[in-house]
């Protein structure tokens, strides 16, 4: 599974569930700051808060903005329904592994978005603390999932230049900053069993 971050809460994952590679987007948005990838062509577009000011995608992609569950091209959506009217927390699941997707917020989780959200092996957490978690909230979210893998977003970048440096997440939860991946490559086997693993993303 290759992931690699987009600006904001906006990602691209290439994943192999059977023998055809499938890309997923979620929030894919005109960013009003910066730059964001001209021409996207996923088989499967997730939105955390509807479709409004979304990029236009190529390849028809198939869509979801609305809490539910379907199965298609061999990978598991499930969404739930954010704190908002007409936002999502997503989790994908794909390759025998799971993703959580909590979109850009700033309450603790529900019971119910608990259920969906829990279990996840990577956990993608807003930390920038503009109109979302801050370091410390991101810290308690992460303790709450207990994923093995996290990566930190809606952080300061040229789409968000107001929100925190992701480096006050780092410090909060512990970890080294040792710099930011281009794009991650996970497999199951090589997920970590003990602590778990921060990976900052250098928006593509």
Not at 64 to 88: A, D, R
Not at 126 to 135: I, L, Q
Request: some cysteine; charged content about 25%.
């Amino acid at each position: 599974m290759h992931i690699s971050w987009l600006g904001s809460t906006a990602f691209r994952i290439q994943t192999k569930p059977d023998a055809d590679d499938v890309v997923v987007v979620i929030d894919p948005y005109k960013p009003k700051e910066g730059t964001f990838p001209r021409s996207l062509t996923p088989q499967i577009a997730l939105f955390t808060r509807g479709e409004e000011d979304a990029i236009t995608l190529s390849a028809d992609p198939f869509t979801l903005s609305h809490p539910g569950e379907i199965e298609t091209k061999g990978v598991l959506v499930t969404t739930v329904q954010g704190h908002e009217k007409n936002t999502l927390m997503i989790r994908v699941d794909s390759e025998h592994m799971s993703i959580g997707h909590v979109g850009h917020i700033s309450k603790p989780l529900t019971d119910e978005q608990l259920e969906v959200i829990s279990g996840v092996d990577i956990l993608c957490v807003p930390v920038g603390g503009k109109d979302c978690f801050n370091a410390e909230a991101a810290v308690k979210m992460v303790n709450t999932i207990e994923p093995r893998i996290v990566i930190p977003m809606s952080f300061k970048s040229d789409n968000d230049p107001e929100e925190a440096d992701v480096s006050a997440f780092l410090n909060a939860i512990g970890a080294p900053n040792d710099g930011a991946e281009k794009k991650v490559i996970i497999k199951h086997k090589d997920l970590p069993q003990e602590e778990t693993r921060i990976i900052v993303l250098a928006k593509e």
